[in-house]
């Protein structure tokens, strides 16, 4: 496609699940960025990979998450042991470097709500 | 002290009112985003800019580096304009710092 894909669209979750969020970045970006965006919050920075390697990983909010890019592509991000304070919109933006003068394109998030 | 603030947080208009929502920061930036965000909706970006200002329809987008301050103008504004606004600065090390976002009501 020509954007950035997330699936799934909508997740819910009984706490104590284990939940996987994937993203497909835009064909040949570099860079791939994890944010979360809890009810009417601006988002906050979770990740950032650039190709496969994983440069920053401030954001993370405990050990309970978890991200990966493999192959420098799709990346998953996966929240073990799910708590209801994870309830939030997860969104996945891509550009084609991270650093420097280059826009960031966003997927339309996934929303997970955890019970 | 939020490193991006935005006022107001929310703003109700007349439809064909000109708008403005201002941004503040307190770090370097590389570049800084305004964002256009509908309920239940994805994130698309407006502007994209550095210095100066942009022009996009009936937005228009300034930046002051100096006073690290940039406005988002909306000028005869309409009901299909209602939505959430972020402002979204870029950090040297490339991730983005969000302001706490404008939600804006443009009434017929």
């Known amino acids: 496609g020509a954007g950035v894909s997330q699936s799934p669209r909508y997740k819910v979750a009984k706490r104590g699940q284990d939940v996987a969020l994937r993203c497909d970045p835009i064909?040949?970006?570099?860079?791939l960025f994890w944010y979360q965006q809890a009810l009417g919050q601006g988002p906050e920075f979770l990740t950032y990979f650039q190709n496969e390697a994983q440069l920053d990983k401030s954001g993370l909010p405990s050990d309970r998450f978890f991200a990966e890019r493999p192959e420098g592509s799709v990346s998953t991000l996966k929240i073990q042991r799910t708590q209801q304070e994870d309830s939030a919109v997860y969104l996945c933006?891509?550009?084609?470097?991270?650093?420097?003068?280059?826009?960031?394109?966003f997927g339309p998030g996934t929303r997970l709500t955890v019970l | 002290k939020n490193e991006v603030e935005q006022s107001p947080q929310n703003l109700t208009a007349q439809e064909g009112e000109f708008i403005t929502i201002n941004c503040s920061y307190s770090?370097?930036?590389?570049?800084l985003h305004w964002l256009q965000q509908h309920p239940g909706g994805g994130i698309v970006s407006l502007f994209m800019?550095?210095?100066g200002k942009k022009k996009h329809g009936r937005l228009i987008a300034t930046i002051n580096i100096q006073e690290k301050h940039s406005s988002l103008h909306i000028t005869a504004s309409h009901p299909r304009d209602s939505a959430v606004y972020i402002c979204?600065?870029?950090?040297?090390?490339?991730?983005?710092?969000f302001g706490q976002g404008t939600t804006l009501q443009v009434k017929p």
């Open positions: 800019l550095s210095s």
């Open positions: 770090v370097g930036i590389s570049a």
């Open positions: 064909s040949g970006h570099v860079s």
């Open positions: 979204a600065v870029k950090s040297n090390t490339g991730k983005l710092i």
């Open positions: 933006a891509s550009s084609l470097q991270g650093t420097g003068y280059n826009e960031q394109f």
